[in-house]
């Protein structure tokens, strides 16, 4: 399988990129609709089409709607096109299918979405592959306390670390990092990780 990413946000594009890159899925970044129709053009050209194109709801130049429109009248129906939105996408649901969008997905992006989307997609025949040598991480009883004034951030913190057995606690500023911390017993929290920038009280001054 190859993916096309398209998003206007180059961190988003970098994130979704990386969450690919663990799952060991090839993929080509673009930055905006009419970047992905240049890039689909020359991977057709080069007989290795996209099978997954990841498309942001909302962008600048062209929305991901048109851009489904446009990829479906270049390439027919063989692409899987999966819509993400940060945004409630019902009221253009309707539209996005009839342009030819497959799919929904909500932002945050999570690898575990994907994971299971791929897997689905393969049908049942699909195989794991398990690398040997590869190291396990089991955090199970293990406490972190995330001091993050980004909900959004948090929820992928969350996401990441849970699947390693963590179990976290949210502090949205500084002031309240230090303070849960100041009524903790000792050795109550393993780690605190800690954003820089944030209200009431900075990561530096925490």
């Known amino acids: 399988?190859?993916?096309?990413?398209?998003?206007?946000?180059?961190?988003?594009?970098?994130?979704?990129?990386?969450?690919?890159?663990?799952?060991?899925?090839?993929?080509?970044?673009?930055?905006?609709?009419?970047?992905?129709?240049?890039?689909?053009?020359?991977?057709?050209?080069?007989?290795?089409?996209?099978?997954?194109?990841f498309l942001d709801w909302k962008m600048p130049d062209m929305d991901g709607i048109e851009v489904t429109r446009k990829i479906r009248s270049m390439c027919g129906d063989e692409a899987l096109i999966i819509i993400v939105s940060a945004y409630d996408v019902s009221e253009v649901e309707d539209a996005a299918r009839e342009a030819g969008a497959?799919?929904?997905?909500?932002?945050?992006?999570?690898?575990?979405?994907?994971?299971?989307?791929?897997?689905?997609?393969?049908?049942?025949?699909?195989?794991?592959k398990k690398q040997q040598g590869t190291e396990h991480y089991d955090f199970t009883g293990h406490r972190v306390l995330v001091a993050e004034d980004n909900e959004l951030n948090w929820e992928v913190a969350m996401e990441l670390l849970s699947d390693l057995g963590l179990e976290l606690e949210w502090a949205e500023n500084g002031q309240i990092c230090v303070e849960k911390f100041q009524q903790s017993p000792v050795g109550y929290y393993d780690a605190v990780l800690m954003d820089l920038r944030m209200p009431v009280m900075t990561g530096f001054e925490a």
């Open 1 to 53: 399988l190859r993916a096309l990413v398209v998003y206007d946000e180059q961190y988003a594009c970098e994130y979704t990129g990386s969450i690919l890159d663990r799952i060991g899925l090839p993929y080509d970044l673009a930055n905006s609709g009419q970047q992905a129709l240049q890039l689909i053009v020359k991977a057709e050209q080069k007989k290795k089409a996209y099978q997954i194109c």
């Open 102 to 128: 497959n799919l929904f997905i909500s932002k945050p992006l999570f690898q575990s979405t994907v994971f299971d989307l791929l897997l689905s997609i393969s049908g049942s025949s699909a195989a794991v």
